[in-house]
């Protein structure tokens, strides 16, 4: 009986052995945690846009000069706004216990992209401050695409806002992404996002959309075709409408 006992024990440890040390395995361990990853990396960059929106008004005061909204202001309210939508402190994850909800991969990259955005708020802080002038083009987009520009050239992963009637040219959606977000505008809001593997499966690819609150309707709610402050044409957007997605593009590597 021992020595069965012990022959099956053996078979047991082999077959663990071989599903652990299975490339198929570990690639589906792996994507899973870089998708999890990707989907919380989008939203702290949805919360990001999310504080510039609120702080819109203050940050185009022509009446004041300070305006107190430092990289450490800012800091706090992503920390905030992505605790309510996550659950999860980005100031203590380095002491979260690591899970299936918070990946090893996601304590190393979550506290990276708020430095990358506390740099963006620090080099702002001379057109934040200007005193005199209203509109100062320092808005939720810019903010994106300079926090995304300053944490995909600090890190692996790469970070693009896009839609379907980019202001900016870069962020024109390629072909997969057009094709995401025509299907996701025809589909009532949700929490859903999109990934693929791409270049033959070394590469994981998430859209995750982003969609209309009340104060982006300021400029991109009605009357369509009206100008905004900015000078663009309003699209005639209402609240919970597709605005676009966060692409997050992260390489795959076994360990």
Not at 37 to 49: D, E, I, M, N, V
Not at 171 to 190: F, I, M, Q
Request: aromatic share 6%; charged share 25%.
């Amino acid at each position: 009986m021992m020595k069965l006992w012990k022959t099956m024990m053996t078979g047991l440890v082999a077959i663990l052995a071989v599903l652990v040390m299975s490339p198929e395995w570990a690639r589906s361990v792996e994507r899973a945690e870089a998708e999890e990853t990707a989907r919380l990396l989008a939203k702290l960059f949805s919360a990001g846009r999310m504080v510039i929106d609120q702080n819109q008004a203050l940050i185009d005061d022509s009446h004041r000069g300070d305006k107190g909204f430092t990289p450490e202001v800012f800091e706090q309210q992503l920390i905030q706004e992505f605790r309510k939508q996550t659950g999860i402190d980005v100031s203590r994850i380095q002491n979260t216990p690591v899970s299936i909800t918070v990946p090893p991969l996601a304590r190393e990259l979550l506290p990276a992209f708020v430095v990358a955005s506390k740099e963006v708020i620090r080099d702002a802080q001379v057109v934040i401050n200007q005193r005199g002038i209203g509109y100062k083009n320092f808005i939720p987009a810019t903010y994106g695409s300079q926090a995304a520009a300053r944490f995909s050239k600090q890190s692996h992963v790469r970070l693009k806002q896009t839609t379907l009637q980019p202001r900016n040219p870069k962020n024109e959606p390629d072909e997969y992404e057009a094709s995401v977000l025509k299907w996701l505008s025809g589909r009532p809001r949700a929490e859903a996002y999109v990934s693929e593997l791409t270049e033959e499966g070394r590469t994981l690819r998430v859209v995750m959309p982003i969609y209309y609150v009340r104060d982006c309707l300021k400029c991109h709610g009605e009357p369509k075709g009206d100008l905004d402050i900015s000078g663009y044409p309003k699209e005639g957007a209402r609240e919970g409408d597709l605005a676009g997605a966060i692409t997050v593009t992260t390489p795959l590597n076994l360990r």
